[in-house]
């Protein structure tokens, strides 16, 4: 049932994107560019994405029709979505979507599912902008200092931090290993990423599927964000 319903949603999705795609007015790219080729358009959003959403949106939709495979404008899209509204990101993070945002927010989880399928090691970096956004301040704790390590492309450091927020509590902080894969891939370090997915998946139930367990991780993470951005840090200590 599972995999009907996201499949159903994927195809309710493209078609969606193939209506956009007639709409939306290509965007101008630099002469140097090479408008047949998907990154032109992705590098382009992202350079304009955390001012420009909507600009940046335009062009990952571009980057998609150019290559439906590539995990990242979708991944990209569905941040540009939450910085259009960033208070229906903290409402979203708190799972308090407003009633007239309900389609709308589906239709970006649905993106967020696509690019999952497409590449569940697709870069997490983006969405630090929405995070960023939101009310307080950044905690001091291993989770979150290890988030801003990702996101500065500081992998070794962040596999560090996330390693040793892990070892503390293996079972309360395992959906962590998830992101641990993550720096660990952006390292190249693919023997340590395969290690912590199958640990990992241990702790799955039998017979779930690898985008379901995806989906888990992706929630997970939405209540640790919000615990860090909040100040109470994601295991609650600073060291």
């Not at 790219?29 to 335009?58: C, F, G, M, Q």
């Not at 979507?97 to 997490?124: E, I, K, W």
């Not at 990702?150 to 560090?160: K, P």
């Not at 599927?209 to 992706?218: A, E, P, W």
Request: one cysteine or more; glycine letters at 6%; charged letters at 25%.
């Amino acid at each position: 049932m599972v995999v009907l319903i996201c499949s159903a949603l994927i195809v309710e999705q493209r078609a969606a994107d193939a209506q956009n795609n007639g709409r939306l007015a290509r965007p101008k790219l630099s002469r140097s560019a090479d408008t047949n080729d998907w990154e032109a358009y992705y590098d382009y959003a992202v350079s304009i994405i955390e001012k420009h959403p909507n600009d940046a949106d335009a062009a990952l939709v571009w980057a998609t029709h150019l290559d439906p495979t590539r995990a990242e404008p979708l991944f990209a899209r569905w941040t540009a979505f939450w910085l259009k509204d960033i208070s229906r990101f903290k409402d979203w993070l708190e799972d308090h979507v407003r009633p007239g945002d309900s389609a709308a927010v589906h239709g970006a989880d649905t993106l967020l599912t696509r690019a999952m399928h497409r590449n569940p090691f697709v870069a997490r970096t983006l969405i630090l902008y929405a995070f960023d956004r939101l009310p307080g301040r950044w905690g001091a704790d291993l989770g979150t200092r290890g988030m801003i390590a990702y996101s500065r492309l500081d992998y070794a450091e962040a596999a560090d931090n996330f390693g040793r927020l892990i070892r503390k509590d293996p079972e309360r902080y395992v959906m962590w290993r998830a992101y641990r894969a993550l720096a660990f891939v952006g390292a190249a370090n693919y023997d340590s990423a395969r290690v912590e997915m199958t640990a990992l998946a241990a702790t799955v139930r039998p017979g779930r599927s690898t985008v379901v367990i995806v989906v888990r991780i992706t929630g997970n993470d939405r209540i640790q964000h919000r615990s860090a951005r909040d100040g109470a840090g994601t295991d609650g200590t600073s060291a």
